[in-house]
């Protein structure tokens, strides 16, 4: 158990939906970061926060967007759904910038 | 831009060991990094280098760092039906503004045949 908690599991919904996926950073860690992993893109980087604010941005789409929240947890809104958005949304935190990340089981969704 | 590679498959007997080969691209990374991801499963922190280190030991596990060629690999010792799994080189380059996010490989599928 890394101590970073990713809900939900699994989340299946319809193209033009809207969800939102939610973090809670290992106790301790300022640092939160956003992973897609695809089979034709592989884990790619989308977006750091770093004590509630946002630190550096990656492949992420306009669609999509993040926040920190003052208790550090983090949330991910992905609107305007496409099949392509289908993959595993992992989480990771770390104690500061440039200190190992800790991942989530991540979460698993599906666009139908 | 950054580009980790790593081969894609690596089949080993039960009992003999493992070495899985990385190379990375950016010197500036802090820390290199070795993911375990198990099927249906989240990514594991398995182990990791600091840049000024030549090898790390870790029960089972040796990482060797040649900052030269860039180079990285992970070897696991008397590696066990339990290990099968994706292993996931990363680098942590640094992109501006204090952030260090983490570049992967396409990760090696280590199969181990009993």
């Known amino acids: 158990d890394s101590g970073v908690t990713q809900t939900p599991k699994h989340l299946i919904t319809a193209t033009g939906q809207r969800v939102t996926l939610r973090c809670s950073p290992r106790?301790?860690?300022?640092?939160v970061y956003w992973y897609q992993q695809s089979l034709d893109q592989g884990l790619q980087f989308l977006i750091q926060y770093y004590n509630g604010e946002e630190r550096a941005k990656g492949n992420i789409l306009e669609r999509f967007s993040a926040q920190q929240f003052p208790d550090l947890h983090s949330e991910l809104n992905l609107s305007s759904l496409e099949l392509g958005d289908s993959a595993l949304y992992f989480c990771a935190s770390s104690v500061g910038q440039d200190q190992p990340q800790h991942f989530g089981d991540g979460t698993r969704l599906s666009i139908l | 831009g950054e580009d980790v590679e790593q081969s894609l498959f690596l089949s080993v007997r039960e009992g003999d060991s493992s070495v899985i080969n990385c190379t990375y691209t950016d010197s500036s990374s802090t820390y290199l990094y070795w993911y375990k991801q198990e099927p249906g499963a989240g990514l594991q922190l398995l182990t990791y280098?600091?840049?000024?280190?030549d090898m790390k030991q870790d029960q089972r596990l040796t990482v060797l760092l040649n900052k030269k060629d860039k180079h990285l690999s992970l070897r696991i010792a008397d590696t066990q039906t339990g290990d099968s799994a994706i292993y996931f080189c990363a680098e942590s380059p640094y992109s501006g503004a204090g952030s260090y996010q983490l570049t992967f490989g396409k990760g090696t599928k280590l199969s181990v045949i009993p």
């Open positions: 106790s301790g860690d300022l640092s």
């Open positions: 280098i600091f840049s000024n280190m």
